[in-house]
């Protein structure tokens, strides 16, 4: 029970890393925040956390969190109903597959946007929440952002979203730079081919996934079960010391 006395707010929380993190981390004694632009989803997990706890701790704010006054709506929300905020986890996101010849600025746009400038909104109207917080309750607090493997290595026809996640990752220094004074760590996840929703079309191509297993040092395809448990590590206290770092869940593809 890590988590147990914590108010946690996951990002994309209705499918694929983000929901495993939600779960993870309710299943771990948080208060969960959802978030997420469906709220039918939401209100899916929401109803699967608070099944399996037995007990109401889960709830949920739809928004756009590329948005600007969607997520200081959100911010409001948190400071009105609970004062406080311990644990951020910035996990929106999306992509398209186009060659950056045929790509249109609208879709450079969007996939920056949702991947990018939704982690900068967040952590500042967030972030502002926890070091008022912090002021007041000296006790651990970490923002974890997902970031991803195309963040390290360039892949084709994701040039927006390579830079995106990249982005994240120096973004994510910057900010633990910024926020330590205020005992709030911040990290990046940086997950490899997993099984979730924005992967799905792709698993479905048995030469796609014959490549990633070839490629890929443990030769399969990870579940956002197995992020979530890296992510809830680097948000407990247990990761302490850490702060400022990136780290790759991708099954050893970089080292092949």
């Known amino acids: 029970m890590r988590f147990s006395q914590t108010i946690a707010l996951v990002t994309g929380a209705g499918s694929g890393i983000g929901k495993a993190t939600a779960l993870r981390l309710a299943k771990e004694g948080a208060k969960v925040i959802l978030v997420g632009r469906t709220k039918t989803k939401l209100e899916e997990t929401a109803q699967e956390i608070n099944r399996n706890s037995g007990i109401p701790t889960a709830d949920i704010f739809p928004a756009d969190v590329t948005d600007g006054e969607d997520v200081q709506k959100l911010a409001e929300y948190v400071e009105q109903q609970y004062g406080d905020l311990h644990v ?93 004074p205020y005992g709030i760590r911040v990290n990046s996840v940086s997950p490899g081919f997993v099984e979730t929703p924005l992967t799905e079309d792709a698993l479905q191509n048995d030469r796609f996934v014959r490549a990633i297993q070839r490629n890929t040092a443990l030769q399969r395809v990870g579940t956002p079960e197995e992020i979530a448990n890296v992510i809830a ?24």
């Open 88 to 180: 951020l986890v910035n996990n929106a996101g999306g992509s398209t597959h186009t060659k950056i010849l045929q790509m249109s600025e609208q879709e450079w746009d969007y996939v920056q946007h949702v991947n990018l400038k939704s982690v900068f909104l967040v952590s500042k109207a967030l972030g502002k929440v926890m070091a008022e917080g912090a002021k007041r309750e000296k006790r651990d607090r970490a923002i974890v952002n997902v970031a991803s493997l195309s963040g390290h290595q360039a892949g084709a026809e994701i040039p927006h979203y390579s830079a995106a996640k990249a982005g994240v990752i120096n973004f994510t220094r910057s900010l633990a730079l910024e926020l330590s």
């Open 233 to 256: 590590f680097v948000a407990s206290s247990e990761a302490s010391y850490m702060t400022g770092s990136d780290l790759l869940v991708d099954g050893g593809w970089l080292i092949k």
